[in-house]
């Protein structure tokens, strides 16, 4: 199985950027997932990285370095409503498309 | 909408009772996932579909659990003799055939709550 470890809770200013950090251990590395959750809402998907490097989408952006099993999602003018879990997701090649999720970081966004 | 859904949204049963969860995903999506999510947890995997093939279980699916797809669109979760530890929420996703085939995108869950 996979060991995916991401801090538990992070405190930003609005207006700022912060970045989340996201370890792993996998057998069959097969892509790195970021989503987003509010609380009592479903998972909503963010970035996805295979290759090293930094995907960049909007406000959010995500780096991914294999040989190091790191990756991290930086979010860039925060805003009030990006306070919200994100999770950290490693597929598995042995796994089949099952994603593997860290127990994912509460962000709190504050004035 | 167009996007996965899912019924109930809420459920509260009685331990030992059984309890059956429907998911629709979204529509040529030949891919479905169910997951299990508890507070402060990330979700984890329970089952995967591919079309009304079950490829993939988890070891978390005991043999109280069954999932099926009888004709490769809806899939229904069932545990039987539900126990409190079954508390949780229930999530489904789906994903396309191929191309963006890496996405997942998620229903809203229903959470079980058993007494």
């Known amino acids: 199985g996979q060991n995916i470890d991401q801090p538990t809770e992070m405190t930003a200013t609005e207006g700022a950027i912060v970045q989340i950090n996201c370890t792993y251990q996998?057998?069959?590395?097969?892509?790195l997932f970021w989503y987003q959750q509010h609380a009592g809402e479903a998972p909503t998907f963010l970035s996805y990285n295979v290759l090293d490097g930094l995907e960049e989408k909007g406000r959010f952006s995500s780096f991914l370095s294999r040989s190091k099993g790191y990756s991290y999602l930086l979010l860039k003018e925060l805003q009030m409503k990006d306070s919200a879990s994100y999770l950290c997701?490693?597929?598995?090649?042995?796994?089949?498309?099952?994603?593997?999720f860290g127990k994912g970081t509460s962000l709190l966004v504050t004035p | 909408d167009t996007g996965v859904s899912q019924d109930p949204r809420h459920k509260i049963t009685k331990r030992g009772q059984n309890v059956t969860f429907r998911c629709d995903p979204i529509s040529e999506h030949n891919r479905l996932y169910w997951y299990r999510q508890t507070l402060g947890q990330g979700p984890e995997f329970l089952t995967y579909?591919?079309?009304?093939?079950?490829?993939?279980k988890s070891r978390l699916l005991s043999n109280r659990f069954s999932a099926e797809r009888p004709k490769g669109s809806f899939s229904t979760l069932e545990i039987q003799r539900t126990e409190q530890g079954d508390s949780a929420m229930y999530l489904c996703a789906s994903s396309p055939p191929q191309g963006k085939n890496y996405e997942q995108y998620f229903g809203p869950g229903t959470r079980l709550t058993v007494t």
């Open positions: 579909f591919q079309n009304e093939a079950q490829l993939e």
């Open positions: 996998t057998s069959g590395f097969n892509g």
């Open positions: 997701a490693v597929r598995d090649s042995n796994s089949g498309y099952a994603l593997n």
